[in-house]
Each structure stands twice: as C-alpha cells, then as structure tokens.
Nanobody, 123 residues
Framework: QVQLVESGGGLVQAGGSLRLSCAAS????????IGWFRQAPGTEREFVAR????????VYADSVKGRFSISRDNAKNTVYLQVNSLKPEDTAVYYC????????????????WGQGTQVTVSS
C-alpha cells in the first residue's frame, strides 16, 4: 500500500512556474510508476504526465509537452512535476497516483491516489 501527499500548488500569474511534489510513504516507492493528473471544475480528470518505475521513461499529455517536466527522487520518496509557462487553462486540482508496483502485472494501472493540490493561474 502507498499513501501519497501532493504539495506545491498555489496562485500564480500566467507565465509563472511551480514545482509540485508528490511525497509517498512506503519502502517500495521506487517500484511504483507515478502519474500526474488534473481536474478542473466541471471537467473530467485528465492525464498530465507519467514516469516509469526506473525513471527512464516519461510521457506527457500534448497540452503540457514542452512546458511540464516530471522527475523522481527515489531516495526522498518523491516525484516532482515542474510546471512552467503556466496558462489560465492549467488551473486545476493536480493529483498524483501510483500504480500497483511489484504486485501489478503491468505499469500505469494507477490505484493509489493523493488528495490533490490546487494550482490556480491568473491572467
């Protein structure tokens, strides 16, 4: 089991940057792939980025490619999402999620979720 806590959100002006953090409990953190998702009011949750268990593979949604960067520091049990060149349409609650890890048959089956951190971008 994994518990996740997001932090780093806030209110920024368009063009600004934030670094979101996803801190995880559990000694097997490095065995979990991690994804970032977001949900704006009145919309469905959407995929933002993911990183493999090893950190050697990353995938981004087209809407954030070139602006956002996902990374992980397994020694700190933390995954980061650096968000740059923010736009008002990036405003959402950002969630991180972990897959099943070593018990899973495949990566990116996200089953553990944090409570989210609010990112608000003003024009």
């Amino acid at each position: 089991q994994v518990q996740l806590v997001e932090s780093g959100g806030g209110l920024v002006q368009a063009g600004g940057s934030l670094r979101l953090s996803c801190a995880a409990s559990g000694r097997t953190f490095s065995s979990h792939a991690i994804g970032w998702f977001r949900q704006a009011p009145g919309t469905e949750r959407e995929f933002v980025a993911r990183i493999s268990r090893s950190g050697g593979s990353t995938v981004y949604a087209d809407s954030v490619k070139g602006r956002f960067s996902i990374s992980r520091d397994n020694a700190k049990n933390t995954v980061y999402l650096q968000v740059n060149s923010l736009k008002p349409e990036d405003t959402a609650v950002y969630y991180c999620a972990a897959d099943r890890g070593p018990l899973g048959r495949m990566e990116y089956e996200f089953v553990y979720w944090g409570q989210g951190t609010q990112v608000t971008v003003s024009s």
